[in-house]
């Protein structure tokens, strides 16, 4: 799965029959710490998820399972939408852990972006 | 399979039934180097690994599945073990 961000909708009329009723979401994929990554795409949505979303997708056919017994023709689905992630910073050397007392330096946390 | 590091964690309230109770983690797929490779990726944890250790992902729908133990889960990337040591031979 990747981090993605909501960035639009797809409005398509004429499509196959198993896609009828189900969202169609631009996503523009992101790196750990937030930023645009790689090439726009566009997935079936199964959670919900609405334009300026933080969300994870699936690549691959399974991103047609939530919409059980019907076969969707998809490669990319939104499984769920993101509250927070947080990525810990990267710890300085090998070796023990220095036992100081002190606090471990805190988790940068990503919000989604309003 | 991959070797990875994790790097992160992710919450996430609504989400696909499949992945409740499930952990999901942020992994930097690295080189045999320990150098990061492509993007950071979302991965669900079936071998209770944590931030910072290096790990073995499996990137394939079958295989996710299989690791997370759920039948129609709509996952393509599973941590499959923890990386206690790598010994390359060139």
Do not use: C, Y
């Not at chain 1, 334009?51 to 691959?60: A, I, K, L, N, S």
Request: cysteine-free; proline content about 7%; overall charge negative.
């Amino acid at each position: 799965m990747q981090l993605a961000r909501v960035i639009g909708d797809v409005v398509a009329t004429v499509k196959d029959q198993h896609l009828s009723g189900i969202k169609l979401m631009v996503l523009q994929p992101l790196t750990s710490d937030g930023s645009a990554t790689g090439r726009t795409l566009v997935a079936v949505d199964a959670v919900g998820a609405g334009v300026g979303e933080t969300v994870f997708f699936v690549r691959g056919k399974e991103a047609s399972f939530p919409f059980h017994p019907t076969e969707v023709p998809a490669d990319a689905g939104i499984v769920g939408i993101v509250d927070h992630w947080d990525v810990e910073p990267e710890r300085p050397a090998k070796g023990p852990e220095p036992r100081t007392g002190n606090r471990e330096p805190k988790a940068m946390r990503q919000e989604p972006k309003a | 399979m991959q070797l990875a590091r994790v790097v992160g964690t992710v919450v996430s309230t609504q989400k696909h039934p499949t992945f409740e109770g499930a952990k999901l983690l942020l992994v930097q797929p690295v080189t045999l180097d320990d150098a990061p490779r492509g993007t950071a990726l979302l991965a669900v944890d079936s071998v209770g690994a944590g931030v910072h250790e290096k790990v073995l992902i499996v990137m394939e729908g079958r295989a996710a599945g299989e690791a997370l133990g759920r039948k129609g889960a709509p996952v393509d990337a599973a941590i499959i073990g923890i990386v206690d040591r790598l010994d390359v031979v060139e």
